[in-house]
């Protein structure tokens, strides 16, 4: 989801549409102005076909946008902090931290596939009021098409399979019945090989429309097997400090220096990748990246300040010592990520990249995980 662009707020959720949001609306309204249409109104000039396919096509984003935003606001009215609502080809995805309580994980999850059937139920039945109407057969007959979309949308997000929404509420009956919040199944793995394989097999019978099943298939799989991996660390870094994974001391420059001098004295010497901007008063200001400071023009490197090329500090991650290392991650975003800058206050105390904490859960995992 890094490659979304920013779209304004809903209901006070930030709102982010991916790049392939536009073959969402190509793809559906192409095939409803092209073949569902004609087929149950013919005869109707191809400019009729074009803007209805196009308005049918926004409604479903519209309503794809609902779904996501009932997500939103149930997680936030229960006191979850969410962090984005993001539009993609295959749907919607709503970024927020994890429920504290099962009974929370399972309202947030429900509440999206019960929003879509409640959209799906509500425009077919205007569908087939309108279609009694003389002169409204084409605005009937979107609705019609947009009610069975959302209606299949809700009964598909409702398989017992992560990370379906059907999953998540699985996983939170599980943790009600089991209390173990990071018990994991592996039904979404099998979900997105089953879609993929059925895909497959209705291209090679001539449906295309087998490609998108394919898709989603493939992301189904994707994300279960990512959140497994997720399921497998939870318990290794449980009761984790900041502290206890970090790497100290970290390695700094002055973020006055021009771009050859830090080359010339911290790039060439230093064993990592990442290095610590700090200004005049010795307080961090920004994280250096070594391939960005590569990237420089060699004219411009005896000019350009490294601060000039450095990530700002306020779009770097950070935290203190004693903050749960769990509770950091979960509070990662796509703009941040890693490493983590664990800081005291103003003072730098140590950085967290991903091979601290692989080096910490393989050491935990040798020792049993509770040491």
């Known amino acids: 989801m890094n490659n979304s662009v920013r779209m304004g707020r809903v209901l006070g959720v930030p709102l982010r549409l991916h790049w392939t949001v536009p073959l969402l609306l190509l793809f559906f309204g192409y095939s409803l102005a092209s073949q569902t249409l004609p087929a ?29 935003a009932a997500h939103a606001i149930t997680a936030r009215n229960k006191g979850i902090r969410v962090q984005s609502i993001t539009l993609w080809a295959l749907g919607g995805m709503t ?63 409702l398989l017992p399979a992560a990370p379906l929404d059907g999953g998540r ?34 291209v090679l019978r001539g449906t295309l429309s087998g490609l998108w099943l394919a898709l989603i298939g493939f992301f189904v799989m994707i994300v279960a097997t990512a959140e497994r991996q997720h399921a497998t660390l939870a318990p290794a870094l449980r009761g984790v400090r900041a502290a206890d994974a970090m790497s100290s001391p970290v390695e700094t420059c002055h973020d006055w220096l021009t771009v050859q001098r830090c080359i010339d004295d911290v ?41 000039d090329v450095a990530i700002s500090w306020a779009r770097c991650t950070t935290c203190a010592p004693d903050d749960l290392l769990e509770s950091v991650l979960e509070k990662l975003s796509p703009a941040s990520g890693m490493p983590i800058v ?14 601290d904490i692989s080096r910490l859960v393989q050491r935990r995992t040798l020792r049993g995980g509770n040491q």
């Open 169 to 202: 509420v699985v996983q939170a009956l599980m943790w009600w019945r089991t209390g173990d919040r990071d018990r994991a199944e592996r039904s979404g793995q099998i979900l997105g090989i089953v879609l993929i394989g059925v895909g497959w097999i209705a």
């Open 267 to 307: 790039a060439v010497r230093t064993p990592h990748s990442k290095v610590i901007l700090i200004d005049f008063q010795g307080h961090p200001s920004g994280l250096l990246t070594l391939p960005r400071l590569a990237k420089v023009p060699a004219p411009q490197r005896e000019t350009l300040r490294v601060r």
């Open 40 to 68: 149950a109104i013919p005869d109707q000039p191809s400019s009729i076909y074009t803007v209805a396919g196009l308005a049918g096509a926004l409604l479903l984003l519209a309503s794809l946008l609902a779904h996501e």
């Open 95 to 157: 970024e927020m931290g994890r429920p504290r309580a099962a009974g929370v994980a399972f309202l947030v999850a429900v509440m999206g596939p019960l929003t879509s059937l409640v959209i799906g139920a509500a425009a077919v039945g205007a569908g087939i009021g309108l279609n009694t109407l003389p002169g409204w057969e084409m605005p009937a007959a979107v609705l019609l098409w947009l009610g069975w979309v959302n209606l299949v949308v809700g009964v598909f997000n």
């Open 342 to 355: 664990v800081t005291d206050g103003q003072q730098l105390v140590g950085i967290i990249t991903e091979r």
